[in-house]
């Protein structure tokens, strides 16, 4: 299987490469369009601030390539948000996959949301290939994208928002599974077997 990591200067490539080497992966770091096509499996992660993301990402004219994916691509924290049709990161245009808006937390709760939370498992419309069951995830972020009809798993910060979402080929998370221990570990297992 051909795992490929979109590489795009934004952020912890090295220790997503990392958590899946452990689970016997040898994925790939590129921005190649080709080779990305090739991949089986694509990861698409990202730390940092949204609007410097999109920049680089239509740059690098990924911005087109990604939406047009038709293989698993699980999108992890700014990965997920990304993958919405907008931020309010910057006032931020996304890749639109999500048909959900990114909001920033109320101005009274402390952010970042940093730590570990525990997640409940839904079924979207598009059902879930993820099977939570109050696990515990390791969380870091400002923004976050409202339950919505894409949403697989909550989680809650004083309001409830959305852990993961999916939608066809498209699978995403908040929270960074590669610093989540065992149950980070079985997320990124279940994703390689789909």
Known sequence: ??????DYGAGNTQS???????????PVLSSDKDEILSADKIIFLGV???????EVLKEKKLDVLIPQLKQPVLGIC??????????????????????ADVKLFEP?????????????????KNGSVWNFNKDYFYFVHS???????FTSAICNYVTDFSAAI??????????HPEKSGAAGEQLLKQFLSI
Not at 16 to 26: D, P
Not at 48 to 54: I, L, N, Q, S, T
Not at 110 to 121: A, C, E, L, R, S
């Open 78 to 99: 700014l990965g997920m948000q990304l993958l919405c049709k907008h931020s309010e990161e910057g006032d931020t245009e996304c890749l639109n996959v999500f048909d």
């Open 16 to 26: 997503v490469k990392f958590a899946f080497q452990r689970l016997g992966m040898a």
């Open 108 to 124: 009274k709760l402390k952010v970042p949301h940093i730590g570990w939370n525990d997640t409940m498992g839904l079924h979207s």
């Open 1 to 6: 299987m051909k795992l490929v990591i979109i």
């Open 166 to 175: 999916q939608k066809n080929n498209f699978y995403a998370v908040q929270f």
């Open 48 to 54: 940092g601030h949204a609007k410097a993301a999109m």
């Open 143 to 149: 923004y976050y994208v409202p339950v919505n009809d």
